[in-house]
Structure formats: C-alpha cells, structure tokens
C-alpha cells in the first residue's frame, strides 16, 4: 500500500557517448553539444553534456516502472539545472530516487531526485503517476 | 530579440505528424524499456521540439535559436501515444521575458488525434546573452 512518504528505491542509470548518439538519433535532436567535443567546449562546455531530455527520458524509465509501465505516466516536469557532463570513454551515472508527495484519486505525485556525481541536475522534478 | 506581437500567438503545423513503431520502438530502446507498445512519457519531444524551433526561428518571430538552452519541461499526458496516431499539431508563445539579458520563452505545444487533445508539453527556453 502506496504512502505519502514513502520512499521509491534510489536506481542508478550509466550514461556514456555512445548512448547520446542513440538518443541524437531517436529524438532528432543533433545538436552538436551532445556529440562533438570540440564544439562543447568551443562554446564554453566543459565537455560534451547530455540532452537535458535524455536525463528526463531515463528518470520517466524510472517513474514508468514504479507505476506499472509507461501509460502510467499522466503528469511529469523538471527543471534543467546542471548539465549530465559525458566524458570520452566514461560512463557517467544519473542517480534516481523519488519520494509520494500526495495521494490522489487513482495515483500517486512524486518529488524526485536525480544527481550525478553528487551533484543536483534535476529541479523541481515531479510526477503524476495513475495506478 | 523575440518580436512582443507574438505573444500569445498559436502557430498550426502545416501536415499532420504520423508516429511509426519504429520510431517508439528505437526511443524506447534508448531508455531500456522493453515495451513498445506505447510511447515512453517523453517521447513527444521528438515532436514538439522540432516544430517550436521552426516557430520561433522564423524572422517574423525572432528568436536566436543558436543560443537556446532547454529551462525546464512539463508534460501533460491524456493518453499514451502509439503507433498509428496521427497529430494535428498547435504550438503557443505563452510568455516571454528577459531577465538578466537572457531571454525566456515559454511554448505550450498540443498533440490532437481526432478532435481529442492527447498531449500537451510546455518548453521553457532561455536564449543565453
């Protein structure tokens, strides 16, 4: 039984080069921040970062498998506050977890958390998650 | 600079937008889910975000798409989107302000299939200085 508070099992996603290529592709959006080093950091990127809609891709995998699938979700938003920063040859991690904020008729709303390597790059992360 | 009189304007795709399995298929292989019976919550991305910048680069509308970065999502989901589902699509300039030099621009885009509303997203963009 679903509670306000309770606290969904934090889930680490690893994300690397190779998987901004695959989502470049599945999304259409080839923004070259995403693949080419030399253009990030010529437009003062530290490196190549990911799409800021790739990180909201994997946390909805997230929401979607607590709430039984993806036709689960009726609701989701985020702020992007950090970029995920991809190095070659590493794969960085996106680190999940997700508290119920409020019951609600048929669902749930949850506040989620996504960081990585420590550091914040989700705000204000919500769902609405019909069960 | 994004010319004011948009504001509140909705721009209507031309074509109608057809989503094919392997289009769902392939998004959601990305993100590790195995289901691709309907689309993940945020695959209308694909979608929207294409059209928002065909709307907002247009020199009647002014934006300097070069420079945007994605602020912040919000999706509205009535039903999940499947293969098949063919979208009239709308797109709105619901604000616009500047704040600190840098532009920020809100875009609420609607997905129709049959006079139904399936989806809508709302896209903060912040055009750097």
Known sequence: MTEVGE?????????DREMLKRYADASGDQNPIHQDEAFAKSVGLPDVIAHGMLTMA??????SDW?????SVKEFSARFVKPVIVPAGEKVDLTVSAVVS?????????????TSKGVKVLGMAKALVAF | MLNPDSVGRTFHGAKP???????ISAFAEVIGESDFSVAPPTFSIRITLEQSQA???????????????????????HRPIVAGDV?????????????????IVTVRSDLHSKGDLVLSSWSTLVVRA
């Open chain 1, 102 to 114: 409020e019951l609600v008729e048929g669902g749930a709303r949850l506040t989620i958390s996504a």
């Open chain 2, 55 to 77: 709307i907002l680069s247009d020199p009647e509308v002014g934006l300097d798409w070069s420079r945007v970065v994605h602020g912040d999502q919000k999706f509205e989901i």
């Open chain 2, 87 to 103: 979208f009239e699509t709308s797109a709105t300039i619901e604000s616009h302000k500047v704040l600190a030099g840098n532009e």
């Open chain 1, 58 to 63: 994997l946390v909805g995998k997230y929401v």
């Open chain 2, 17 to 23: 937008v057809s989503v094919t399995q392997s289009e």
């Open chain 1, 67 to 71: 709430g039984g699938g993806s036709k």
């Open chain 1, 7 to 15: 606290v969904i099992a934090e889930r680490v996603f690893w994300i």
